[in-house]
C-alpha cells in the first residue's frame, strides 16, 4: 500500500510475514501527513498479539518527531500486550531516534552501542 498527500510525501509499507513475526518495510517519508497511514497500517499487526513487529527503515527518506512517537506509541502498545516493536537499518536517523528515547521502548539493535 502507499499513501501520498498534496504535501508530496509518499510512505509505502510492504509486509512480510514470517510465522508469528511481522517485517514490515517502509519506503518514502514518515511524515506528519503519513502517520496516520503508518499507524493505521501497523496497528493490526499490533492488534494480533504477534511475538515481534519489525520496522525496517531501510526505505525511509525522512522523519519527523511525530513519527518517532507514534513508533514509541505502537512500542508500548506492543510490550503491554506481551510482544515486541523492533527498528532495523535506522542508519542515519539513530541519533534522532536515540535523542528521542525510542530504544526506553522498542527493541533497536543499531542503537545498543550508540554514543550521541
Partial sequence: ??????LQDELSISEHLEGDKVVLQ???ALSVTTVPYFRQTVQP???????????????VT???????????????QAKKQG???????VGKYG????IQG???VADVPELDSFEP
Avoid: P, Q
Fill in 45 to 59: 499487526y499490533l492488534e494480533r498479539n504477534l511475538s515481534a513487529i519489525v520496522l525496517d527503515f531501510e526505505g
Fill in 26 to 28: 517502509l519506503k518514502g
Fill in 102 to 104: 525510542v530504544h526506553l
Fill in 62 to 76: 525522512k522523519i519527523v518527531s511525530r513519527g518517532v512517537g507514534a513508533a514509541i506509541d505502537m512500542a508500548v
Fill in 83 to 89: 510482544g515486541k516493536l523492533r527498528l532495523e537499518n
Fill in 95 to 98: 541519533r534522532s531516534l536515540y
Fill in 1 to 6: 500500500m502507499t499513501h501520498s498527500s498534496f
